[in-house]
């Protein structure tokens, strides 16, 4: 099994425990603690993606899994929470990562050098990370550069930005679809941590296209048809 703990002082459980340890929300804190604590990024497993969408939906499963017993409904309501919880570390890991990767394309921008240790990108942050430091050295070239050989800086024109509330010119554009519940649903997260939720038998809502489209493929909703 993968050590996802891997340069977290392990001393108290052993070594051969250590290399045990898989995704659990206990981990998950740990690897957002250690994140924060620490100014480089740190190294995760390279299938930390995918992993932790499989823990996802295992914990999913324990919400669909149907019950009318009291320890199969209080577990249910202990996963909701505990979900909740994943998606806000899920959340604040990524964007401490973030803010480190912009940082490290930033220095590679600027100094252009090849000891930038780039070690701990995941594949996908590997591709953040260059493009990122392809447009930093595309302005750079085209601003400083041309500053510094009394040029004119060369810029082609920015798309203008949508008058009004940013959020709200992006949910207009939003497709989105129609749908009566069959069956009761709880709150869950969207794919943009937007929360939705929770919804009864026979509650109507107006729901981003992919997200009805799950929930109808699943049998918990039916398509409204707007005439």
């Known amino acids: 099994m993968k050590n996802y703990l891997k340069g977290v002082d392990n001393s108290a459980m052993g070594d051969e425990m250590a290399q045990e340890v898989v995704i659990t929300y206990e981990t998950l804190f740990e690897l957002l603690k250690r994140e924060k604590e620490r100014n480089d990024l740190q190294k995760l497993e390279p299938t ?6 499989s823990y996802i939906k295992d914990k999913k499963k324990i919400l669909e ?9 209080e577990e249910r309501k202990k996963t909701e929470r505990q979900l909740e919880n994943i998606y806000k570390i899920i959340k604040e890991l990524y964007e401490r990562r973030e803010r480190k990767i ?3 394309a930033l220095d590679k921008s600027r100094t252009k050098s090849d000891l930038i240790d780039t070690t701990a990108l995941l594949k996908e942050e590997r591709v953040v990370f260059e493009a990122l430091t392809s447009l930093l050295d595309t302005y750079r070239d085209s ?6 050989n009394e040029n004119m ?14 959020k709200t010119a992006l949910e207009l554009k939003k497709p989105t679809r129609l749908v009566r519940f ?11 941590l937007e929360e939705y939720g929770p919804f009864e038998e026979e509650d109507i809502a107006n729901l981003p296209i992919e997200i009805a489209d799950v929930l109808v493929s699943k ?9």
Not at 143 to 148: K, Q, R
Not at 154 to 163: D, L, R, V, Y
Request: aromatic share 10%.
């Open 65 to 73: 899994a149907k019950s009318d017993s009291v320890f199969a409904n």
């Open 153 to 166: 800086p060369f810029m082609q024109a920015m798309e203008k930005k949508p008058s009004g509330d940013f």
């Open 219 to 227: 049998g918990r909703a039916e398509e409204i048809q707007e005439n």
């Open 143 to 148: 601003i400083l550069i041309s500053l510094l």
């Open 182 to 192: 069959t069956s009761h649903v709880p709150k869950f997260v969207g794919p943009e």
């Open 48 to 53: 930390f993606f995918s992993d932790t969408i």
């Open 102 to 104: 912009i940082s490290l």
